[in-house]
C-alpha cells in the first residue's frame, strides 16, 4: 500500500525505527519546507515513503490546449461548479484567493441558491468591505468554520467543500515565498543552477550532502517540465506546481472522512495550462497577485484593497479539526496511533539511488 499524503510534522520529527541515509536526506528537505510531502506528478522521481499519484485528480492535464485568461479560468471553473447541481460549501477568509473564488461566483451571473458561504470573524475583519456588500446579501451564510469541518470530520457534509487551496501553486509557491522572505526578490531573477540551489539550501542548515542530492534528484525531472527551468522562479514554480500539487490539495481531506468531496477552486486544468504559460512578477509581494485583486476590483470597485492587499496567510478552516497522519492510496485516513512510516518505505527510490552512485 502507497501513501498519498502524510501531515508534515510526522516526517520532520518522526523518529525512524531502522535509520537510513535516504531517510535522513528527505527529512533534512523539511527544514526548508515544513510541508515537503512531494509527489512528482511526471512520475520521474520516487521519493522513499512509496508516495503515489491520485489519478485523475492530480495528473497534469492536457497542456496542448490553449490557454485562457486568468479571469475567464475562474469564471469557467465557477460555472463548472454551479453546473454539478450540488450544494457548495465555499471556505471564505477573506483572503485573496477565497474572495477571488466568491468573485467569479458573482461574475457567472447565476443563482447562487446552492452555494453556502462559511466563514468566521476572522474572515469579516480581512475584508469588512465584501462581507458587507456581496458576502451578506447575495448568500446563504454559515459563519462557523468549525461546524462545518466538524461535520465534515463524521462525514456528514452533502455536496462539495469548495477551498481557495492551489492558487499559491498556480502563482508559483510555496517555494517562491519562501525563498523572497529568506533572500529577498533578487534572488528570483538569479539563473538557475546546481551551486545556486545548493547554497540557498544550505542557509535553510540542510546538509551539503543533502543539499546535492536534494536538488540534482529533482533537476532529474527538468526535462518533463512544460516550461524551461532557467532561473531561481522557475526552479520554484516547478517545485510547486509538479511536486506540492498533490499535498496542498490533500491538507485538508486529510482532516475529513473519506467520502467528503473536497474540491480546490484553483485545481482546474485552466488554471494549469494558465499558469504554464506564464511570467510572473516577484519585484515585490504586493506584485504576486494583481491579477486575482483585479477581479476582486471588478466586481466591488474596490480600489483600496486592489493596491494594498498583500499576501499573508489568512485564518483558515485547518485547524478547526485535527489531521489525520496521511491518507492511503485506498483513501483511508491513517490516524497518528496507527502510522508506522516504515511501512511505506521504498528502498529503489531516487535519493537512495542518488547515494549509491556517489
Request: net charge negative; hydrophobic share 40%; proline share 6%.
Amino acid at each position: 500500500m502507497k501513501l498519498l499524503y502524510a501531515f508534515g510534522s510526522k516526517m520532520r520529527f518522526g523518529n525512524f525505527d531502522q535509520p537510513r541515509p535516504d531517510l535522513a536526506v528527505m527529512q533534512e528537505l523539511y527544514k526548508m519546507d515544513k510541508d515537503a510531502f512531494l509527489v512528482d506528478r511526471t512520475k520521474q522521481v520516487f521519493w522513499p515513503l512509496s508516495p503515489t499519484l491520485l489519478e485523475p485528480d492530480f495528473a497534469i492535464p492536457d497542456l496542448s490546449l490553449p490557454a485562457v485568461t486568468y479571469e475567464e479560468a475562474g469564471v469557467r471553473r465557477a460555472n463548472d461548479l454551479l453546473d454539478t447541481g450540488l450544494p457548495i460549501h465555499a471556505l471564505w477568509s477573506g483572503g485573496i484567493d477565497s474572495t477571488f473564488m466568491l468573485a467569479c461566483l458573482l461574475l457567472t451571473g447565476r443563482s447562487l441558491d446552492q452555494v453556502t458561504v462559511v466563514m468566521n470573524d476572522e474572515s469579516v475583519k480581512e475584508y469588512p468591505l465584501f462581507y458587507k456588500k456581496f458576502v451578506r446579501p447575495k448568500f446563504a451564510r454559515l459563519q462557523s468554520v468549525e461546524t462545518i469541518t466538524q461535520q465534515a470530520g463524521h462525514g456528514c457534509v452533502d455536496g462539495i467543500v469548495l477551498t481557495g487551496e492551489l492558487n499559491d501553486n498556480v502563482f508559483g509557491n510555496p517555494m517562491m515565498n519562501i525563498f523572497f522572505r529568506k533572500f529577498g526578490s533578487e534572488i528570483l531573477a538569479k539563473p538557475y543552477s546546481k551551486q545556486q540551489l545548493t547554497n540557498m539550501m544550505s542557509v535553510y542548515g540542510i546538509s551539503y550532502l543533502s543539499c546535492q542530492c536534494i536538488v540534482e534528484v529533482i533537476e532529474s525531472s527538468f526535462k518533463n517540465s512544460p516550461r524551461p527551468i532557467d532561473t531561481v522562479a522557475d526552479w520554484a514554480w516547478w517545485y510547486g506546481w509538479n511536486f506540492k500539487w498533490q499535498e496542498v490539495a490533500l491538507k485538508l481531506p486529510a482532516r475529513f472522512k473519506k467520502d467528503t468531496r473536497v474540491e480546490g477552486f484553483f485545481s482546474s486544468a485552466d488554471f494549469q495550462r494558465w499558469s504554464v504559460a506564464q511570467e510572473f512578477d516577484y519585484s515585490s509581494l504586493a506584485n504576486v497577485k494583481l491579477l486575482p485583486k483585479e477581479t476582486i476590483r471588478k466586481v466591488t470597485n474596490d480600489p483600496d484593497y486592489y493596491q494594498t492587499k498583500t499576501k499573508f496567510t489568512s485564518t483558515t478552516p485547518y485547524y478547526a479539526l485535527p489531521s489525520n497522519a496521511g491518507i492511503r492510496e485506498d483513501g483511508y485516513r491513517i490516524p497518528f496511533a496507527e502510522f508506522d512510516p516504515m511501512e511505506y518505505y521504498n528502498p529503489d527510490n531516487s535519493i537512495a539511488n542518488w547515494l549509491n552512485n556517489q
